[in-house]
C-alpha cells in the first residue's frame, strides 16, 4: 500500500477530514523522508524533535534510524490515530499539544515537516533551543524570507533573526502532488545549523528581537522617524528626549529596510539599558 493509499485509508477509518486553517497536508512521498534523514546526518545516538507529527509517516521512519524521536501532535483526532500507529515503537515518545506550548524533552536535531500556519512562530521558539540542526520543510515563500539579501522585497524581521542565529541552506522544492490533500503553496527543504558563535555581540537578545520587529512594521521610513515609538515604550522619557536619542542612534538616517542584520544589532546595542 503506497503513503496515498495508506492515508486516505486512515483517514477514513477514523473519521478524518483534514483541516485547512491548520495546515494538514499530509507528506506522501516517502523518498522526501530519505533527504532529510541524509541533510540532518542522523544517527542512532539522535533524540529527534518531529513537529505536527500527523499520521505518524515521518515518525516511524525516524524511530527506525535513530535513538528517540519525540512527536508533537496538537489535533486530537491525529493523536488517536498516532497512538494507534505508533504503538510498536517503544523509542517514541508522544506528546499531544501546542509544541510552543508544551513541555518537550531535550532533543538534538529536529526532523519535521511543521503546519505552515505556525513558522514564523516557530523559528524564534526553536532560536532560543540547544540543537545541532534542523531539517524542516516551510512554504518556499517563507523560506525565501530566510535568506534574502538586504533591501529586497522579502527581507523582514525573519530575515535578520535568522541571520543571527543560524546558517539557513535551501535544498529541494517539493511538488505539491508530494502531499495530500495538496496545498496551494510551494514547498522547499530548509536545513538551520546554529552559528557557534553568533556573527555580532548583543547586549539583549529580547531587546534586539523587538527592535527589529517593531522597525520592519515600517520598513520604508527612516530609522530616526520609525524608532520613535519604539523608544517612547521602552524608556520613560519625554518626546523631547526621544527624539534626541533617536538623532544619537547609528544608521539613524537610513531607511529601515537598507540596514544589514550587524546594523540592528548596532542599533540594539545602543538601545539597551
Known sequence: MSLLERTKFLLRRYRIFPKKRLGQNFMVEPSIFQCMAKYA??????????????????????????????AVESDSRLVSVLREELRDFPNVELV?????????????????????????????????????????????EFANRLVASVGSEDYGWLTVVAYYHVEVELFEEIPKWMFYPQPEVSSI?????????????????????????????????????????????????????AVKLADSLPFHDKRVRELAPEDFGALANALAK
Not at 109 to 137: D, G, M, Q, R
Not at 211 to 232: E, G, S, Y
Open 96 to 140: 499531544e499539544g501546542n509544541v510552543l506550548k508544551v513541555q518537550v524533552s531535550q532533543f538534538n536535531k529536529v526532523v519535521s515537516i511543521p503546519p505552515y500556519y505556525i513558522s514564523s512562530s516557530l523559528l524564534p521558539w526553536l532560536f532560543n533551543k540547544n540543537f545541532e540542526c534542523a531539517v524542516l520543510i516551510f512554504q518556499k
Open 41 to 70: 546526518s542522523l544517527s542512532r545516538d539522535d533524540v529527534v524533535l518531529d513537529i505536527g507529527a500527523g499520521l505518524g509517516f515521518l515518525t516511524c521512519f525516524l524511530a527506525d534510524k535513530c535513538k528517540c524521536v519525540l
Open 189 to 241: 527543504i530548509v536545513r538551520l545549523e546554529p552559528k557557534k558563535p553568533p556573527p555580532f555581540t548583543l547586549k539583549d537578545k529580547v531587546l534586539f528581537k523587538q527592535l527589529v520587529q517593531a522597525l520592519f512594521t515600517q520598513r520604508n521610513r527612516k530609522v530616526r522617524n520609525a524608532v520613535l515609538p519604539f523608544i517612547k515604550s521602552k524608556h520613560a522619557t519625554t518626546a523631547e528626549n
